[in-house]
């Protein structure tokens, strides 16, 4: 078995547009590219495209809430077997992928010292379901805050973050 050096380059490019819909809500929409070129392994270059938007609601000063969605879809040029790998296996980092990635954010001002704020982010990621190896990828992830300023220089802080992970392969 020959050892071979892997080395890569990686590019990106990217572009949004905001649009202030009224005085208290505002979308963005952008675009990305990724593209590999990678050494010594089996796909030589990828290119994923990536387009999505959020949607930011400011109605007062005190309260702020963001939801957010972004499709990706990585696309390997060719797929080059290594003579020791079965011809239907992928590697996950290397294969043709769809991606959903969704968040959600809101924050609460109560005056000059409390603050609540709580976080939602699902992403998903699809392979090929006619090869082997890595199907899909769930990951999900909760999360709360909450800070009390006690004095000007102090303060009371509590967290809670819960993430959940799930994949399945043939």
């Not at 909450?146 to 392969?169: C, P, Q, V």
Request: net charge neutral.
């Amino acid at each position: 078995v020959e050892s071979l050096p892997i080395g890569f380059f990686r590019q990106k490019a990217s572009a949004e547009a905001t649009w202030r819909l009224s005085k208290a809500l505002r979308f963005q929409g952008d675009y990305a590219w990724e593209g590999w070129n990678r050494e010594h392994r089996e796909v030589r270059r990828t290119n994923e495209h990536i387009v999505g938007g959020r949607l930011a609601l400011e109605p007062a000063k005190l309260f702020y809430a963001r939801v957010g969605y972004h499709y990706g879809d990585r696309i390997p040029l060719d797929y080059n077997f290594r003579y020791e790998e079965f011809d239907l296996l992928r590697m996950f980092d290397q294969a043709r992928r769809i991606r959903h990635d969704m968040d959600a954010f809101m924050q609460w001002q109560g005056g000059d010292r409390l603050f609540f704020s709580l976080n939602w982010q699902c992403l998903g990621d699809n392979f090929d379901q006619n090869f082997y190896g890595l199907h899909n990828y769930l990951q999900g992830q909760l999360g709360a805050e909450l800070t009390y300023a006690l004095r000007e220089n102090s303060n009371l802080y509590l967290g809670f973050s819960r993430e959940r992970i799930r994949s399945d392969y043939a």
